[in-house]
Nanobody, 122 residues
Framework: QVQLVESGGGLVQAGGSLRLSCAAS????????MAWFRQAPGKERQFVAS????????SYADSVKGRFTISRDNAANTVYLQMNNLKPEDMAVYYC???????????????WGQGTQVTVSA
């Protein structure tokens, strides 16, 4: 079993930046695809970004492309989401996720973190 713990959420003004962290434990992640999802109140959970733990195959939702960057530190077993130029519509609970499928969506995620709140003020 894999455990994922997010941190780094908080309050930021529109146009500001924030970096989320996801610490992974429980097993090796060489075959996993790591991802970030988000869910705003009253809305469905949606894909944000993903990458293979081993590196490469980086993907972003169109809504965050050019503003968000997913990366990882293998030595620290940590995945990051750098969020720049934040907008009010980015406000949501952000979830770290792990999947074995090359296609990462809510139906293929095997493990979820507990979520971290990102609040963006206008």
């Amino acid at each position: 079993q894999v455990q994922l713990v997010e941190s780094g959420g908080g309050l930021v003004q529109a146009g500001g930046s924030l970096r989320l962290s996801c610490a992974a434990s429980g097993r090796t992640f060489t075959t996993y695809v790591m991802a970030w999802f988000r869910q705003a109140p009253g809305k469905e959970r949606q894909f944000v970004a993903s990458m293979r733990w081993s590196g490469g195959s980086v993907s972003y939702a169109d809504s965050v492309k050019g503003r968000f960057t997913i990366s990882r530190d293998n030595a620290a077993n940590t995945v990051y989401l750098q969020m720049n130029n934040l907008k009010p519509e980015d406000m949501a609970v952000y979830y770290c996720a792990a999947a074995l499928s090359r296609l990462v969506d809510i139906t293929t995620v095997e493990y979820w973190g507990q979520g971290t709140q990102v609040t963006v003020s206008a």
